[in-house]
């Protein structure tokens, strides 16, 4: 069973930051790649960044500059720093992670997902 937990969502202002966490969980020999996406009301889910483990990373264009994503692979965690955030970030921003079982088959897993709002 494998578990992805994201954190650190919430209300701000614009021009502020939040740091948001995905941590995953359960039995699985390795995990390849991690992303955070965002869905805002009545759009498609877009990627935000997208991490690997060696830490290749990959970025919407719209969003270079302006967030960071980061890894720790010993506690299987991953971080997106948004920085100068804009009322058009508001969504609710989802972890997927990609990932190696204990039998070499490959599996992505979404978490619940956390919601970011940004006021003017």
């Known amino acids: 069973q494998v578990q992805v937990v994201e954190s650190g969502g919430g209300l701000v202002q614009a021009g502020g930051s939040l740091r948001l966490s995905c941590a995953a969980s359960?039995?699985?020999?390795?995990?390849?790649?991690t992303g955070w996406y965002r869905q805002a009301p009545e759009k498609q889910r877009e990627l935000v960044a997208h991490?690997?483990?060696?830490?290749?990373?990959n970025y919407a264009d719209s969003l270079k500059g302006r967030f960071t994503i980061s890894r720790d692979n010993a506690e299987n965690t991953v971080c997106l720093r948004m920085n100068s955030l804009k009322p058009e970030d508001t969504a609710v921003h989802y972890c997927?992670?990609?990932?190696?079982?204990?039998?070499?088959?490959?599996?992505?897993?979404w978490g619940q997902g956390t919601q970011v709002t940004v006021s003017s």
């Open positions: 991490i690997t483990t060696p830490g290749r990373t």
């Open positions: 997927n992670v990609e990932l190696c079982t204990h039998r070499l088959d490959e599996y992505s897993y």
């Open positions: 359960g039995s699985f020999f390795s995990i390849s790649a």
